[in-house]
Every structure is written in structure tokens, then in C-alpha cells.
């Protein structure tokens, strides 16, 4: 395909559906740009619709959120200590002390 932007839009497309590109020319062979991009747009949509509803049961429960946050939190500060301890050694600094 010569027109990268038309080229982009298949790749998207073939990605999230696993349609291969060359089937999708075939597809679009003739129809307008306007086709292409209405029928990636229902893609995109059938595609980010499962996370969108996720998200929105995260945000309704503000408790739960608020708890996989923190465990998150926790976790993040185990591992940013260790690795603040290798840096440490390895440049030589003694660890702080608290």
C-alpha cells in the first residue's frame, strides 16, 4: 500500500481482529476511505469496551480501588528498596539510615 495512513489504519486492524492485511485490501478494494475507517472504528470500540467496563466497576468501588492501590503501593516500595540497596552498594554509598 502506497498511502501510509491508509497502511497504518490496515495494521491497526489486523492486529485487533487477526485478519491479515492482505485480506483486508482485498476487503476495502474499491470502497472508500470512509468504509475503512467506520468499520475499525466498531473494532476499536468491541476492542477497548471489556477495559472501559473494568475501569468503571474500579471507579464505582472506591474501597476496592483504594486497597489494590495500596498493595500496589507496597509493593512498588519493596522493590524500589531493593534496588536502591544495589545501587548503593555498588556505588559504594553506605545505606541510609532512618
Known amino acids: ?5 491508509v ?3 490496515l495494521t ?4 485487533l481482529t487477526g485478519t491479515g ?5 482485498q476487503k476495502y478494494t474499491g470502497k472508500g476511505y470512509g468504509a475503512l475507517k467506520t468499520d475499525l472504528a ?4 468491541e476492542f477497548v469496551t471489556p477495559f472501559r467496563d473494568r475501569t468503571q466497576e474500579y471507579l464505582d468501588d472506591p474501597e476496592t480501588l483504594d486497597s489494590i492501590l495500596a498493595k500496589g503501593a507496597e509493593k512498588a516500595r ?4 531493593e534496588t536502591l540497596a544495589q545501587a548503593y552498594d555498588r556505588v559504594g554509598f553506605l545505606p541510609a539510615k532512618h
Not at 12 to 15: E, H, N, V
Request: hydrophobic share 50%; proline share 4%.
Open 42 to 45: 466498531e473494532v476499536m470500540v
Open 21 to 25: 492485511i492482505a485480506e483486508l485490501e
Open 78 to 81: 519493596a522493590v524500589a528498596a
Open 12 to 15: 491497526i486492524y489486523s492486529t
Open 1 to 5: 500500500m502506497d498511502k501510509p495512513g
Open 7 to 9: 497502511s497504518n489504519l
